[in-house]
C-alpha cells in the first residue's frame, strides 16, 4: 500500500476508535462544513456583573469587582492572523475593542441583539478573567462551527487561585442577573433556540439559575432552552441530585461532561469535605439521575484534565452532539 494511504487508513482506524469511547456522544469535524458564525461576524455579544474598566472599556475590559446592575457590550473580534508570520506565532483570536456599553437595559438588548437566531451562551468557572473566559467561549464557538450567535456570561471571578470561596459566592451573587438575561431571551418573539455550556463552578451557578427560571417562567421559558452542556461540574452530587429533581423532565435537557481523574475536582472534594462532586462522579451514578453522560476519564492524560471540553477535540464534540440533538 502507498505510505499515504496507509497514514490515512491509520488515521481513520484511530479516530473510530476514540469515537467508540464516548458512544453516541462523540462525532467527528466535517471539514465540509460552512464557516462558523463568528467566522462571519466577528462579535461576541457579552453580559456580565463585572464592572466595566471605563466607559467605553479598555484593556482588560473588565474587572473582578461587581457590579450593581447586569451590563451588556459588544466585543469586536481580530480573527487570527493568515500571514507567514501569524501561523509560525500560532497568535489566535484577540478582542480589538468592547462598544456598545449598556447598563440600564442590558438583558433586553442582549436579548435584541440575538433577535431570530440561536445563541450558544458560555459561562465560566473558577479563577478566570474576563479575557481568559472570552479565549475559551471563542476556542469553544470556533471548535464547534457553531453557526449562530455567540455569547458570554461573566460573573465577577477573582482570577486567583486562593479565591475559590470568594469566587463561589460571586457565582451565587449572579444568579438574578443570569436569569434576568434568561428570561429577556426566552420572551424575544421569534427567538431561536438557547444552548448553554457551563464549565466548572459556572455549572452550579447554570443550574441553580435554571431552577429559578423553571419557577418563574414556567415551560414556556423553558421551551426556548436548547441543549445544557456542565462540563467538569464543581457541585456536590447530592446538591446536583436536588437541582435535578426540581428541572423535572427539563433535566433530559442536560448533558454531563464528567472525568473520574480530574484533578480539579478531586482538590474541591476534599475541600467539601469529602463529598464527590457532579463531575467526577462513576458514570453510572450520573444516568440514574436521568441525564446524559459523556465520561471522559480515558481522554486528556495532563495532569488536572479540568477543561478537556476545550484542550481534546474528541471531547468538545460532544457539546456539538447535544446541540444537534436537542
Known amino acids: 500500500m502507498h505510505p499515504t494511504l496507509s497514514r490515512l487508513a491509520l488515521v481513520g482506524l484511530a479516530s473510530l476508535a476514540l469515537s467508540g469511547c464516548l458512544g453516541e456522544d462523540t462525532a467527528l469535524l466535517n471539514a465540509s462544513e460552512p464557516r462558523a458564525g463568528l467566522e462571519r461576524d466577528p462579535k461576541l455579544l457579552v453580559a456580565t456583573t463585572r464592572l466595566p474598566a471605563g466607559d467605553p472599556p479598555a484593556k482588560p475590559w473588565f ?5 450593581p446592575d447586569l451590563v451588556f457590550a459588544e466585543a469586536r473580534l481580530t480573527p487570527p492572523s493568515t500571514s507567514m508570520l501569524g501561523r509560525v506565532t500560532g497568535s489566535g483570536w484577540s478582542i ?26 458560555y459561562i465560566h468557572g473558577y479563577r478566570e478573567s474576563f479575557e481568559t ?8 464557538s470556533q471548535g464547534i462551527g457553531f453557526p449562530g450567535v455567540t455569547g458570554l456570561f461573566t460573573w465577577p471571578s477573582a482570577a486567583s487561585t486562593f479565591s475559590y470561596v470568594a469566587d463561589r459566592e460571586s457565582a451565587m451573587w449572579s444568579r438574578d ?3 434576568d438575561l434568561l428570561t429577556a431571551i426566552a420572551k424575544t418573539p421569534s427567538g431561536g433556540r438557547i444552548h448553554i455550556v457551563a464549565h466548572s463552578m459556572g455549572t452550579l451557578l447554570t443550574l441553580e439559575t435554571l431552577r429559578m427560571l423553571r419557577a418563574s417562567g414556567g415551560e414556556s421559558a423553558m421551551e426556548r432552552i436548547g441543549a445544557v452542556v456542565l462540563a467538569a461540574p464543581d457541585i456536590d ?9 426540581r428541572l423535572g423532565p427539563d433535566a433530559k435537557k442536560i448533558t454531563v461532561i464528567s472525568s473520574t481523574k480530574d484533578r480539579a ?5 476534599r475541600l467539601a469535605g469529602g463529598i464527590v462532586r457532579a463531575g467526577a462522579a462513576d458514570r453510572e451514578r450520573l444516568e440514574a439521575l436521568g441525564v446524559r453522560v459523556a465520561d471522559a476519564s480515558e481522554f486528556g492524560g495532563g495532569i488536572i484534565n479540568h477543561d478537556l471540553f476545550l484542550s481534546n477535540r474528541e471531547v468538545q464534540q460532544v457539546v456539538k452532539r447535544a446541540i444537534e440533538r436537542s
Do not use: W
Open 63 to 67: 474587572s473582578s469587582e461587581r457590579s
Open 96 to 121: 480589538a475593542k468592547v462598544e456598545n456599553l449598556n447598563r440600564s437595559n442590558a438583558a433586553q438588548s442582549f436579548a435584541q441583539a440575538v433577535f431570530g437566531r440561536d445563541l450558544l451562551l
Open 133 to 140: 473566559a472570552a479565549t475559551s467561549t471563542i476556542d469553544l
Open 177 to 179: 442577573a443570569l436569569e
Open 237 to 245: 452530587i447530592d446538591l446536583f441530585a436536588r437541582g435535578l429533581e
Open 265 to 269: 475536582l478531586a482538590v474541591s472534594s
